[in-house]
């Protein structure tokens, strides 16, 4: 009998300390099911805010963790047609337990992936790259018009895919992170990425890119941070520009000026990939991977910087994640 290695958790908690490791038989495959081997799944702070029990999205206990990766087709049921055995599929539904060896997937969850997407940038689609392009696709035409963006967290796994999309886009683009003592390195790999500017925190109050028309003022601020961070970024907007937040690492609340709506009109929303993805037509989410692999493919987008861990060893992925250093994959 096929067994299947798979990481649970029966109650909410420390990550390090509910989730286990076990071995069970793998049922058997139905008619609308396709029987998957796990190649890669990405720890997001989703994942980590889930089993925390801190995040918005019902879970039923005990539970597998893992809500996006990549895995190659073994067995499909007698009522699927359009996936094969040896085909790459990724998992583009939330909460199907994606932390395990071999699973058994309803056929409605899977897209066929091509093979030419390299296995990092296929386990990591569905979050990060997905979010990025719908910040920069609905709330300002910054393609469109050529607009410019600003975002905080930039070196964030989400800020690096904003970086990417703009520069395929042709959209430039401001970079706020912290400072660090390795600071010039990552402004020379964010600008690699495509960034225009990449500034620190303490920069981006005493810089005058914005004062002497190097740059017309950002119209669209992509705020993953909060607090002091997110109040600097909207000081700089244009005129009837907008904010939106998608995260909110520094833990501190959003705080916006009472002369921020009143004489610049700004407008403010948050963003949930989550949402987006239970609303959305599957043609308007179709049009959004299809332009994603095609980036992914012409090597205008890649997977974020990244740490591969032995699924075993699944506790060091689980602490890195924790440590907040950038997403780390098993
Ligand atoms: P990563 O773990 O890749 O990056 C975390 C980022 O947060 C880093 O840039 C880090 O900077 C920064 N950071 C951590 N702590 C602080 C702090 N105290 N103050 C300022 N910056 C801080 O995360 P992801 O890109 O995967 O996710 C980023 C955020 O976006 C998370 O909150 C996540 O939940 C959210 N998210 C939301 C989505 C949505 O649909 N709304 C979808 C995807 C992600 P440093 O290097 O300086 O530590």
Not at 91 to 101: D, F, I, L
Not at 109 to 133: F, K, M, Q, S
Not at 273 to 281: D, F, G, K
Request: glycine share 8%; proline share 6%; net charge positive.
């Amino acid at each position: 009998n096929l067994m299947s290695k798979q990481l649970v958790y029966g109650e909410f908690g420390d990550p390090l300390h509910v989730v286990k490791m076990r071995e069970v038989e793998v049922p058997e495959v139905g008619n609308q099911e396709v029987l998957v081997r796990m190649l890669a799944a990405p720890v997001n702070p989703a994942d980590i805010n889930t089993i925390q029990g801190k995040y918005p999205v019902k879970v039923t206990l005990p539970c597998i963790p893992g809500n996006e990766g990549v895995g190659v087709v073994e067995k499909v049921g007698e009522e699927v047609s359009d996936i094969s055995p040896g085909n790459k599929v990724i998992v583009t539904k939330p909460v199907q337990g994606t932390w395990r060896n071999i699973a058994v997937f309803d056929k409605t969850v899977l897209r066929l992936i091509p093979d030419n997407v390299g296995l990092v940038e296929a386990a990591t689609l569905t979050v990060n790259p997905c979010t990025a392009y719908r910040m920069l696709s609905d709330f300002k035409p910054v393609k469109e018009k050529g607009l410019v963006v600003i975002q905080n967290g930039a070196n964030s796994a989400c800020g690096q895919n904003v970086i990417q999309i703009c520069k395929a886009w042709g959209v430039k683009n401001v970079n706020v992170v912290r400072n660090r003592p390795d600071i010039d390195e990552l402004k020379s790999y964010l600008k690699s990425l495509g960034a225009t500017y990449v500034l620190t925190e303490e920069e981006l109050r005493s810089t005058p890119i914005f004062k002497d028309k190097k740059l017309e003022k950002p119209s669209l601020a992509i705020n993953c941070v909060g607090g002091k961070s997110s109040l600097e970024m909207l000081r700089h907007l244009q005129h009837s520009g907008c904010m939106v937040t998608y995260g909110g690492m520094s833990r501190e609340p959003v705080t916006i000026p009472t002369s921020a709506f009143i004489f610049k009109n700004l407008a403010f929303y948050g963003f949930w990939m989550t949402v987006w993805n239970e609303r959305a037509s599957p043609d308007a989410k179709e049009a959004m991977m299809s332009e994603l692999i095609t980036m992914i493919t012409e090597n205008k987008l890649k997977a974020p910087v990244h740490k591969m861990v032995k699924f075993d060893n699944f506790q060091d992925a689980i602490g890195n994640a924790l440590s907040s250093k950038g997403f780390q994959g098993c």
